[in-house]
C-alpha cells in the first residue's frame, strides 16, 4: 500500500492499527479524579508510540490512566473532551481499519517526492551523503528515529537514523563535520532551525537538484521523505525559529 508515496508493508500496517487505535487507551485526569475512581496512574505502561498516538507530552502533576471504550465513560464528559487528542475506538472503525489509519498519517502532510529525483542526482550525491538514497521514501519501524540523527545518517552515521538523536551529540557532529554558510542549490547543506536561544529544533539536508531530505518529528507516522527545498523550508517554519545553514566538509 502507498502512503504519502511510500510502500508501506502490510506487516508494518498492521503495527500502525495497533498504536492508533488500541483496545486499552490512556487519558490524563485530575490525581483527584483518579483517585475518586480509584484508578492507577500508571505512566510506565505508556510506550512511545502511544504517547506519540495521543500526544502525551508535559503530563506534569495529572494523573495518567488506561480504560476501555466503556471504562471511558465513567469519566465526566468535560474531562473526555479535554484530552490532547480525540480518542479512537476499534469499533468506530471496523471494516475500514486500513483507510482509517491511512487517512490519518495522511491529514495535513506532504507525500515524499523521492520517485522524483534523477539517477543522476542520487549518483551524484553518493559519496558525500552514502546514506540519502536509502532512506528517502521510508516510514520508521517505531517511535523514536528523529530530524537530527536522519540528517547524520544521510551523511554518513552508521545506525543514526535508528536513533532519538539529542541535540548535543548533533551538535558535536555538526561542529567536527561542517562548517558555517551554505546554498540551498547545492548538495550537502545542512538546515537548521534554531530557537531564540540558538538551540536546534529541526533540521534537513538538501539532495542538489532542488530537493532537500528531512523527517518531520520522531513519531511513528512521520516518514524521512524528499521535498522541493522551498516547500520543505515552507512545511518547517515556526514562530520564532530562525534558518541557518551549514555545508559539509
Sequence with gaps: MLVLGIEVPDGLLHRWLGWFTPPVQP????PDLAASLE???DRDRL????????????????????LTEAGARRLPAAVRRSQPTPHRWPGQIAGREAEAVVTYVEKGRRPSRHR?????????????LPGAR???????????????????????????QDRWMLREPFEDWLAEHTARGGHDGAPGTVLVWRAADG?????????GDGWALHKPSQGWMSPTKV???????????????RLHRHHLQ
Design 227 to 241: 521535498l522541493a527545498v522551498r516547500d520543505l523550508k515552507y512545511s518547517a517554519r515556526a514562530a520564532g525559529q
Design 116 to 128: 522524483e529525483v534523477a539517477p543522476a542526482t542520487w549518483d551524484a550525491i553518493a559519496s558525500a
Design 199 to 207: 538551540g536546534a529544533q529541526h533540521a534537513a539536508v538538501t539532495l
Design 134 to 160: 536509502h532512506l528517502a521514501g521510508t516510514f520508521p519501524t517505531r517511535s523514536g528515529p528523529n530530524c537530527f540523527g536522519t540528517v547524520m545518517a544521510a551523511c554518513g552515521v552508521e545506525g543514526a
Design 47 to 66: 510506550t512511545p508510540e502511544v504517547r506519540d498516538t495521543f500526544c502525551l507530552y508535559g503530563l506534569g502533576s495529572s494523573a495518567l490512566v488506561w
Design 27 to 30: 487519558f490524563v485526569i485530575p
Design 39 to 41: 484508578l492507577a496512574d
